[in-house]
């Protein structure tokens, strides 16, 4: 099976490059893409990883920048399951927090608004996911290229030769 035919749409709501039902819900979010109402068009979400290189352009308004301001989040590390841990967490110092910081450019009318904004998600401190206007993501892309979607750089197809069986593809998928 071909995966060049097969199309994804971003999301207006999870920001996720899905395919969407004949109905237009998302397969991630469950939301309707026509129901578009309350939502800024040019918001879109990025992987920042920690060696991209970063554009010159605000995250939040999409402008020519040459500031930068130092973004920095705390988020728990512990055991899922264990609520000392959890607990721990919120203790500075603890094993079971970590903070991650970035120096995002952020021009000087959205340096408040920078302030507040905090990842969808944090991996291990070495790549985050931000909403960012979508100016700064077509900047951001020119510079590291685009991203290719998660299950596709996770196909893996084995090509052994075994005389009892034919070639078998193998296709791990993420999630």
Not at 119 to 126: F, K
Request: charged share 20%; net charge positive.
């Amino acid at each position: 099976m071909s995966t060049s035919n097969i199309q994804y749409l971003e999301c207006p709501h999870c920001h996720s490059d899905v395919m969407f039902r004949a109905d237009g819900i998302c397969l991630s979010c469950r939301k309707s893409r026509f129901d578009t109402q309350g939502l800024d068009p040019n918001e879109t979400l990025i992987n920042i990883d920690h060696n991209h290189r970063l554009p010159s352009c605000c995250f939040l308004c999409g402008e020519d920048t040459p500031l930068k301001k130092k973004l920095s989040w705390s988020y728990y590390t512990g055991p899922e399951s264990s609520w000392v841990s959890l607990i721990l967490s919120y203790v500075p110092g603890s094993h079971c927090r970590a903070t991650h910081q970035i120096n995002m450019p952020v021009c000087l009318p959205c340096t408040p608004s920078a302030k507040r904004v905090k990842p969808l998600s944090a991996i291990a401190g070495l790549e985050c996911r931000v909403l960012v206007h979508r100016n700064f993501r077509n900047a951001f892309e020119k510079l590291n290229g685009k991203e290719s979607l998660e299950w596709e750089a996770d196909i893996c197809i084995s090509n052994t030769s075994n005389k009892s069986k034919p070639n078998p593809i193998k296709v791990f998928l993420s999630k």
